[in-house]
Structure formats: C-alpha cells, structure tokens
C-alpha cells in the first residue's frame, strides 16, 4: 500500500489544508482525522509536466516514459483481499493469478527457463496464490525466488553427475509417459513431466543467469548494486533485465515495508530511496538495449493511503483511490489518466478499478481478456 499521495498524485489542497478535520460524509464517510500534508516537494517532469514527488528524482526523468494512472480503486482496504485481488482478479475464491493466465496465453520464449518468474514473493496475504496457477495446468505457476542472491534452492544435484540424472530422468519420465498413454488425459500428470523436463534443463541456464557479476561494474553500480540502500532492489531490477533478455515471459519484483501507519516520512524516504535509482536504471537499459518498445513495466501496490493522519506521523488504508504507472510495452508515456478528487482520497475521473487494470495489462500483451479462458469443470473461466 505505497502512498500515492506522496509519490505521483499532487494535492495542493491537501497541502492548504493540512490540520483541518477531514469532513464527513459524502466520499469521505467512515473516515476521521486531520489533513496531513506531504512532507516533500512536488515538481513537473517530462514535455507533458508530470507532478512527481522528490523522493523518486532518478526516476522523474524518465516522466515521459509514464503513464500515470491517478484513478485506480479496488474493493476493500484490506492487504490480503487487495493484495490476492491485485494479483488473480477474485479474493473469494482461488483463480490463476496474472502472471499465470499471461504465460498461458502466450507460451514461454526460452526452453531452458520458467516462463513466470518472482523475485523476492511475499509469504503474507495469500502467499503462493498470488503467483500460482490454481486450475491451470502447473507448468504456468511461477517460480519463486527468494531474497536478492539470485539463486534458486536445490539447483545443483552434487551427489549425481549431470549423466547419471539425464538417464535417471529418462527413466521417470519414461514411466510417466507410459502412465499418461494408459489415462490419455491427466494435466497433473502433464505438468509434472514438462516439471521435471524444465528442471533438469534449468541446473545449466539459471547459474549463469542468476549472477549479476557477469555485468560490468558500470552496470552494477547504475542499478545501486553495492550499495546498502539500494543493493537489494537493484539486484532485483538487474536480474528482471537479465530474465526478459533470456525470454523469461513474466517478471514480478517485490519490495514490502510501505505499510505506514506511523512513521510515514522516515518509511517513505528509506523505501522510495531503495526504488528509485533501480527503477530508473532498469527503464534506461531496457530502452538502451531497445527492448522497452516490447517489454512492459508496470508499478503499483494493492491500494493506495488516506489523506488523514494515523498516529500523528502516518497514513491508513485507501482503496478508494490510488495510483499505479506503466511505461513500454506500446504504453503511451508522459501522460496521466484518471484522477481523484482535492484531496486525493477517491477516484473521480477516469477510474479504473482493479479488473480493469488486468484487462489492459491484457490487451497490451496482444490478449483479449474475454477471449482467454479455460475450460475447468464444466465451465469457461477467465
């Protein structure tokens, strides 16, 4: 839930109004509390003027590259409903997320790699449903890579020769394929042959992947890397480069701790500090490489912050409105749609609600999102 507010939605009327009591009723009913001003300075950026706070200056010159989307509203201000709703569309019941249904329509680049990676996956607020492939076969399930090393658990089988696993491995399968002859039909049993297939093929690709050190100096340190702020994040944004480049067809980054409901000023500059020179760097050599024309980076949280105080030096939930940015990808940039209204607690123009955001995600990949869907017991879902 990182504050839009204090990132990408400027309200000089927030800022007037600083310490007055929030009225009630209307769009503000169920709320309390003083106005709280943003603690930095706002400034526009780019050709079209974008208001971007000075906590992210590395990534306002890339402004022209945004598309900021200032009206964003999802159901309820709550992190697991929003965060499982952000990434699979429905919080009640148990759906493929994004990244899943994304691979599945697409099919991956690389034979030798996931199709649907995540760096650093948060555990919380449904865990591996954000990233599974529920009724979808498995093969489309991410692949979850925790902390900034890089490295995947178990990769390297050092008790056996890489010809010893190939022949026992073409004995497995060989009693899968039998199995599957006899069933003619059985997608738990498909993915688990293309699983183990992947598997073996990843113990080569991923070690040469994975190191960030095979970069040049230069390089490391455009994304932060060696440095303590932004090593971490920088690694992230490093290897999503290095995966896209490999055919890696689904990306997600994490960066958690912006749940500031005190502490808002110390929070949002450590955070935005540990984002902002990776973010940028990742945007600048994307183009550099001229990948960013098809490949697209989208930001955002689960919801968005109050413009009420919490606890003198912080800001609760919104979900009323927020704000989420794309750039590549066939986004046309240095431009803003939507808007919340003065104070920047809900959206009233251009609002796109979270399955909206999953619809244009969709149709910018070349997929229509009526179109794609999956027969499961009886049923198209989509």
């Given at each position: 839930?990182?504050?839009?507010?204090?990132?990408?939605?400027?309200k000089?009327?927030?800022?007037?109004?600083?310490?007055?009591?929030?009225?009630q009723?209307?769009?503000?009913?169920?709320?309390?509390?003083?106005?709280?001003r943003?603690?930095?300075?706002?400034?526009?950026?780019?050709?079209?003027?974008?208001?971007?706070?000075?906590?992210?200056?590395?990534?306002?010159?890339?402004?022209?590259?945004?598309?900021?989307?200032?009206?964003?509203?999802?159901?309820?201000?709550?992190?697991?409903?929003?965060?499982?709703?952000?990434?699979?569309?429905n919080?009640?019941?148990?759906?493929?997320?994004?990244?899943?249904?994304?691979?599945?329509?697409?099919?991956?680049?690389?034979?030798?790699?996931?199709?649907?990676?995540?760096?650093?996956?948060?555990?919380?607020?449904?865990?591996?449903?954000?990233?599974?492939?529920?009724?979808?076969?498995?093969?489309?399930?991410?692949?979850?890579?925790?902390?900034?090393?890089?490295?995947?658990?178990?990769?390297?089988?050092?008790?056996?020769?890489?010809?010893?696993?190939?022949?026992?491995?073409?004995?497995?399968?060989g009693?899968?394929?039998?199995?599957?002859?006899?069933k003619?039909?059985?997608?738990?049993?498909?993915?688990?042959?293309?699983?183990?297939?992947?598997?073996?093929?990843?113990?080569?690709?991923?070690?040469?992947?994975?190191?960030?050190?095979?970069?040049?100096?230069?390089?490391?340190?455009?994304?932060?890397?060696?440095?303590?702020?932004?090593?971490?994040?920088?690694?992230?944004?490093?290897?999503?480069?290095?995966?896209?480049?490999?055919?890696?067809?689904?990306?997600?980054?994490?960066?958690?701790?912006?749940?500031?409901?005190?502490?808002?000023k110390?929070?949002?500059?450590?955070?935005?500090?540990?984002?902002?020179?990776?973010?940028?760097?990742?945007?600048?050599?994307?183009?550099?490489?001229?990948?960013?024309?098809?490949?697209?980076?989208?930001?955002?949280?689960?919801?968005?912050?109050?413009?009420?105080?919490?606890?003198?030096?912080?800001?609760?939930?919104?979900?009323?409105?927020?704000?989420?940015?794309?750039?590549?990808?066939?986004v046309?940039?240095?431009?803003?749609?939507?808007?919340t209204?003065?104070?920047?607690?809900?959206?009233?123009?251009?609002?796109?609600?979270?399955?909206?955001?999953?619809?244009?995600?969709?149709?910018?990949?070349?997929?229509?999102?009526?179109?794609?869907?999956?027969?499961?017991?009886?049923?198209?879902?989509?």
């Open positions: 839930g990182p504050s839009h507010l204090d990132t990408f939605d400027y000089p009327k927030l800022q007037a109004d600083a310490g007055q009591e929030i009225k009723g209307n769009q503000y009913q169920g709320t309390g509390g003083k106005l709280l943003s603690p930095w300075e706002f400034a526009q950026h780019g050709q079209n003027g974008l208001w971007i706070s000075e906590l992210l200056p590395n990534l306002a010159k890339h402004a022209d590259k945004l598309c900021l989307m200032n009206g964003m509203h999802t159901d309820l201000p709550s992190h697991p409903h929003s965060f499982v709703k952000m990434h699979t569309g919080s009640q019941f148990v759906r493929p997320s994004l990244g899943a249904w994304t691979l599945y329509g697409l099919g991956t680049e690389s034979e030798n790699l996931p199709g649907f990676i995540v760096l650093n996956p948060s555990s919380g607020n449904g865990g591996a449903q954000n990233y599974g492939s529920a009724f979808l076969p498995a093969i489309y399930q991410a692949t979850p890579i925790s902390g900034s090393s890089g490295q995947i658990s178990n990769i390297a089988n050092r008790r056996m020769s890489r010809e010893r696993q190939r022949m026992q491995l073409d004995l497995i399968q009693l899968n394929q039998g199995r599957l002859k006899q003619q039909v059985d997608p738990n049993l498909e993915s688990v042959i293309d699983s183990f297939e992947l598997a073996f093929k990843m113990q080569t690709e991923v070690p040469q992947l994975m190191n960030v050190y095979k970069e040049s100096s230069s390089v490391r340190r455009a994304y932060g890397i060696g440095s303590r702020s932004t090593d971490s994040f920088g690694k992230q944004c490093l290897l999503a480069r290095r995966m896209a480049e490999a055919g890696v067809r689904f990306i997600e980054l994490n960066s958690g701790g912006w749940d500031h409901h005190r502490g808002l110390s929070g949002m500059e450590r955070n935005c500090r540990a984002i902002d020179k990776p973010i940028a760097a990742l945007l600048a050599d994307l183009e550099k490489r001229d990948m960013l024309k098809d490949t697209l980076v989208m930001w955002g949280g689960e919801f968005g912050r109050t413009p009420h105080g919490e606890s003198d030096d912080g800001r609760d939930h919104n979900n009323r409105g927020y704000t989420m940015w794309m750039a590549g990808g066939g046309k940039g240095g431009m803003r749609y939507g808007q209204d003065e104070y920047g607690f809900a959206a009233i123009d251009g609002r796109m609600h979270i399955h909206d955001w999953h619809a244009t995600v969709l149709h910018l990949l070349g997929l229509n999102h009526k179109k794609l869907t999956f027969n499961y017991s009886g049923r198209d879902f989509r």
